[in-house]
């Protein structure tokens, strides 16, 4: 299971990732949009999100990728608007391992990469529970650093 979890503006984003042959995500409905604030329906929503897991999702060439599912929900007409003022964390887990990544900036300033200094990685055999509480407190804290 993989899964991108966003955050802009105090209100977390967290598409389904279809799995597009082998390795390669891009974010499908259905698409949970929580307040960060809001503790329990963030709870249910990443757990819902993982439980869904990555379901099959086409493979598209270039020229015929729709525009970014989170686009209408964030009411933006582009990407790099969406990526501006956001921030991306990664929850993965294979084999009852789960890891959480923050992304940053990419030297060149041109996408994102994984951000080794942010990286949380749980003990085998931690609960889902864990794992989301986990989030929660890094997406709540997040949400407050970026209100100030």
């Known amino acids: ?27 499908i409905e259905p698409v949970a949009v929580v307040p960060a604030a809001k503790t329990d329906e963030l709870h249910q929503a990443l757990l ?35 990526e501006r003022g956001s921030v991306l964390w990664s929850l993965g887990e294979k084999d009852r391992h ?6 940053k900036k990419h030297p060149t300033g041109k996408g994102l990469v994984r951000d080794p200094k942010q990286k949380m990685t749980f003990q ?3 609960s889902v529970d864990e794992v989301i509480n986990r989030m929660i407190a890094i997406l709540q804290d997040a949400a407050q650093r970026q209100t100030k």
């Open 48 to 82: 819902a999100t993982i439980a869904r897991g990555n379901p099959g999702a086409p493979i598209l060439q270039r020229s015929a990728y729709p525009p970014p599912v989170l686009l209408k929900y964030a009411r933006l007409k582009s990407w790099s608007a969406f």
């Open 124 to 126: 085998s055999g931690s």
């Open 98 to 103: 789960y890891e959480i990544n923050r992304y």
């Open 1 to 27: 299971m993989y899964c991108h979890i966003y955050l802009r503006n105090g209100v977390v984003y967290v598409p389904t990732m279809g799995k597009m042959g082998e390795g390669f995500y891009r974010g």
